[in-house]
Structures are given as C-alpha cells and as structure tokens.
C-alpha cells in the first residue's frame, strides 16, 4: 500500500548512500564523515592506481581530510574490526546531526569537527558549504534529557594544577554526575607554556554550579582551557538539521596558541580555526600556513578570548596583505598578522601562488 500524502508530507528530504567506514571504533547517530580520496589498497596499492574506492570508503574526519566532507551517519554503529558499511545521509538532507552546542530553529549554524577529541561531531561554525548544517530545532540546556548542557569556548574555564577540578561560572547548574566534559584545548593560564591534553572526560562530583571534578587531569599546571559539557544518557545529543550543498566548508577545530611555537593541536590547511585565549602568552604563538593544495581556496583564523602580553602571528612563507590598506602591499617573507584580543581574526584567499589577507581586525603587517 502507498503511503498517505499526509505520511508523505511529515518527512524530510532525505539523499542516502552506503559506504564503507574503514575505522575500527563505534560510531554515535549523526556523526560526519570524510571520504577517504587518497586510499591506496594496503602493501600492493599506490597513488597511482585509478582506485574507485577513493568515493566510496569514508574515515572520521581530521586535519587532513577536512576538505572532503561525506555525510552524516543515519544510526548508531557498534565498533567493528575491519570496518564496515555505513549508511550516511548525504549534503543536501534534513536529517539528525550529532551536536555538542544548544541550537536556535532556522538560526543556528552549526559545522563539523576535524579530529581533536570530537571528530564528526557539529559545533562552531565554520565556512558555509559541505560539512555545515543549519539547525531546524531548538535544543536548549535543561536538568533532565539528553540535550547539550552548557558551554564555555573562550578558554575562560579553568582548570587546577593537576587536581581534576573544573572551575567556570554556572557551567554545570544543569549537570549530574556521569555527565561528559568535551575539553578542546587550552594552554598554561600563567605563560602558555605549555598544552593541556584535548578529551573526553567524565563528571565524578558535582560540587557546585560553577566547580565539577573530572576523572582526570588534563593539565599538570593551573590552565585555561575550552570545553562543553553534555548528558552521556545517549551519546551525543542530535539536532534536526539541514546539510548544506556547495563547495567544502573545510570543517572547524579548535587549537590553542602555546607561547613561542606552533598552535596545539597542529593547525589544519583550509577551512575555520578557532584559537583559545585567556591566557598570558611569554612570547607569541605561532600560526604557519602551508601552501595551499587540492580543494583548498580559502582560510579563516578566528581568536577566541583576549591574550595577554602577546598574540599569535599567523604568517607563511608567501603572504600579501591586499585587503587592509589602500593600496596593494608586497611584504617580506616574515610578514605577520597578530591576533591578539577577543574577536580578533583574519580571512584568507589563496591565489594560485600566495596567501592573501582579504579582510580581517587584528594587526596588519607593516609595510
């Protein structure tokens, strides 16, 4: 029997595909994938076979397949030796998506993590395009359920020397014991010196509204750090979402600027980069841009929580500022923008053969 047009006009669009997810672990409902473009068969396969399976193998996304976004997983799948075949809901559907944020219907835009510790999973916004979804429901913080709990992504939480404790304003007014701490970076509050270890950690007390103790220590120093917390009742919360179509987004990660050396985690090539402020930084972070390769057209920095003392210079081996004066500028090869206070950030183009400062609000490079 066909359905009804009142069956019919409850669902979604919906565009599937099966394909094989070559990883080893579990997968939550919801979850973005990317595919695997460079795959070669192991021992005997090279990059120069015409390999068909480079459409159809998927892995979790990183830093260095972030320009290949999949879908998006239609149900939960166990961890299994070997891989195995997935059912994904492709760009262009409205469908569930694994969040780790509160949304607003038809506002909040919502893009896919590249690696650290929630791989797959839709939180800042990024680019629009492939790997981006706008949310068609409104899930906000309460006691009970299993929606998103409470965030903090500025890097003003903070966390004790080596204690376990997690300390931010309210952070956990809706939060019971058991509950997930998504930790996404951070650095040594008083010189940056050094990275706490990005994860998911779990509640053990619930001292207060504003204080949480976790099974773990990520730091072993008073450091500040970015995080989100989440009910563990079932997995990541979903959201009803709509997968936009496009070109690449590139995906989003959150780093943060470790003093006189490279961000942590490594930054990725293409798409949005969140950097953690908060901090005293003893001399400037470092943010290196490679040169651009495949898919790659554009890069966006964005600092999140003023830095003291020192910023972080994003710089590369070829760049132009030709979007912060009146004119076009050449610049040396240690050419710099800073970004330093809150709201600070730079958009990038790449222009066939260097990097080029389009638009942003921080520190141009002198000229």
């Not at 309210?170 to 990005?198: H, Q, W, Y």
């Not at 600092?303 to 076009?328: C, E, F, H, K, Q």
């Not at 600070?344 to 053969?353: E, K, P, S, V």
Request: aromatic share 6%; proline share 4%.
């Amino acid at each position: 029997m066909s359905e009804s047009f009142i069956e019919h006009i409850r669902k979604a669009r919906l565009y599937t595909r099966k394909v094989f997810f070559t990883g080893i672990t579990a997968l939550v409902k919801g979850q973005g994938l990317c595919y695997d473009r460079d795959y070669a068969v192991p021992v005997t396969g090279t990059a120069a076979d015409a390999e068909g399976r480079r459409d159809t193998f998927v892995e979790l996304p990183s830093a260095t397949n972030n320009m290949w976004f999949a879908g998006v997983t239609l149900q939960a799948y166990p961890a299994r030796v070997g891989g195995q075949v997935v059912t994904i809901a492709i760009p262009g559907s409205v469908v569930e998506v694994a969040v780790g944020l509160n949304t607003v219907v038809d506002s909040t835009v919502l893009t896919c993590a590249a690696g650290g510790p929630e791989p797959g999973i839709f939180t800042r916004q990024g680019f629009l395009g492939r790997g981006t979804a706008v949310a068609l429901q409104t899930r906000a913080s309460a006691g009970t359920g299993d929606v998103p709990i409470a965030s903090s992504l500025d890097g003003s939480a903070s966390v004790g020397a080596a204690d376990k404790t997690l300390t931010k304003t309210a952070l956990f007014t809706n939060a019971v014991v058991g509950d997930k701490v998504v930790i996404l970076a951070g650095m040594r509050t008083s010189s940056g010196a050094a990275a706490v270890t990005p994860g998911v950690y779990t509640i053990v007390t619930r001292t207060s509204a504003d204080v949480a103790v976790l099974n773990a220590s990520p730091c072993a120093q008073i450091s500040s750090v970015a995080c989100y917390v989440y009910r563990a009742t079932n997995a990541y919360p979903t959201c009803l979402c709509k997968l936009l179509e496009g070109k690449e987004s590139g995906l989003q990660q959150t780093v943060a600027a470790i003093v006189s050396a490279e961000v942590s985690p490594a930054a990725m090539a293409g798409g949005t980069t969140y950097i953690v402020g908060t901090a005293t930084l003893a001399g400037a972070g470092v943010y290196t841009l490679a040169a651009a390769a495949g898919a790659i057209e554009e890069k966006q920095i964005i600092l999140v929580g003023t830095l003291t003392t020192n910023g972080v210079a994003i710089t590369s081996a070829a760049m132009d500022d030709i979007g912060l004066a009146a004119a076009p500028r050449i610049h040396a090869l240690a050419a710099t923008f800073i970004l330093l206070v809150t709201t600070d950030w730079c958009l990038l183009r790449w222009a066939g053969a260097r990097w080029g400062v389009v638009c942003g609000q921080g520190t141009a490079p002198a000229a």
